[in-house]
């Protein structure tokens, strides 16, 4: 039976929390955020990386011991907002460790670093804040979108900056996000380790009417096969939901026939529904327009202004 109860967290598959921070206060509230599964048994680890001054710098534009002051600054900043994140988590009953890591001493930047040691670690949720275009979160867009949401093993929570509502105990209200994939139904099946029993859960699909593939498949045989592969994601998550004695509903939507796609529809209707935290998958894709798409993912975590789960599907689903 499935099961979305806080007090089983530590049995219901995260058990390591990884925790990448940076310093602003976006990170001391991503880290609050969940507190709530910080539960006896549950191992969190906080890391903060600290910039390497040269690549932030014009080559030859300090003398070596400027460097040298820069490169110190940059690991004060880092090592304070490793010790925020840690204090935002002091009253919780699990094993917190934080580690700083400078990246004048490591090969690559603050993705693979990240990547890396959710990795090495057996990261089970990689939980970041952001700020939209800027931070931690230039690392799951533009060029190095794809390998984080392709290497990095296990579960996102991006926590964005805008997000300025107050953190609640728990989510009580959770959007998922679905585009007719097994993987994204499985994805779904791992956002709902996040769901305590009191949480509100509401499934939905989006038709994308503003896709335009018109000059070999008809309108209307497109939007016909989004209808029907949306009923039929909505039914499957449906019988995910009849385990559950949670508040369930599940919704078809629909976009704007012009100047409109999937993650700005995903966003609008979390606003609408007052969600606190929308869940979407990693490896899913978009029905016939699966090609034309990319990652919804990826895009949405660009432009949410609320808490959102890239859920990572089990190894085989489809």
């Known amino acids: ?6 007090s089983s967290t530590a049995t219901s598959g995260i058990k390591r929390i ?5 310093s602003s206060p976006v990170s001391a509230r991503a880290a609050a955020y969940i507190r709530y599964l910080a539960v006896p048994g549950v191992k969190v680890r906080i890391i903060s990386v600290a910039e ?3 690549t932030l ?8 011991a400027g460097l040298q002051t820069v490169r110190e600054e940059l690991f004060r900043e880092a090592s304070e907002a490793a010790a925020h994140a840690e204090e935002s988590l002091a009253q919780c009953n699990c094993d917190v460790e934080a580690d700083v890591i400078e990246l004048s001493t490591h090969s690559g930047d603050t993705a693979k670093v990240l990547i890396d040691a959710a990795t090495e670690w057996k990261a089970d949720l990689l939980v970041v804040g952001a700020r939209q275009r800027h ?12 390998p984080v949401t392709t290497q990095t093993p296990c579960s996102i929570l991006v926590f964005p900056a805008s997000y300025d509502a107050e953190i609640p105990e728990s989510p009580r209200r959770i959007l998922f996000a679905l585009d007719g994939s097994l993987a994204s139904l499985d994805a779904m099946r ?8 009191e949480a509100h859960l509401r499934a939905v699909y989006v038709i994308d009417r503003a896709v335009r593939l018109t000059d070999f498949i008809p309108i209307h045989l497109l ?3 989004f209808i029907e592969e949306g009923r039929t994601a909505l039914a499957n998550a449906e019988g995910v939901f009849a385990d559950l004695s949670n508040h369930v509903e599940t919704g078809l939507l629909r976009t704007k026939p012009t100047s409109d796609d999937v993650p700005h529809k995903i966003v609008r209707e979390a606003e609408r529904w007052r969600a606190d935290l929308v869940v ?19 895009r949405t975590a660009r432009i949410t202004p609320t808490p959102l789960l890239m859920a990572r599907s089990r190894p085989g689903s489809g």
């Open 52 to 54: 390497n001054p040269r």
């Open 280 to 298: 979407v998958g990693t490896h899913g894709r978009r029905g016939l327009a699966r090609w034309f798409l990319g990652s919804v993912a990826a």
């Open 190 to 197: 791992s956002g709902l380790q996040l769901a305590p029993p």
């Open 1 to 6: 039976m499935t099961t979305a109860n806080t």
């Open 223 to 225: 939007e016909d096969a």
């Open 135 to 146: 931070g931690l979160l230039r690392w799951v867009e533009g060029t190095v979108s794809e």
């Open 57 to 64: 710098l014009p080559l030859g534009s300090i003398a070596e």
């Open 18 to 22: 990884l925790i990448g921070v940076e």
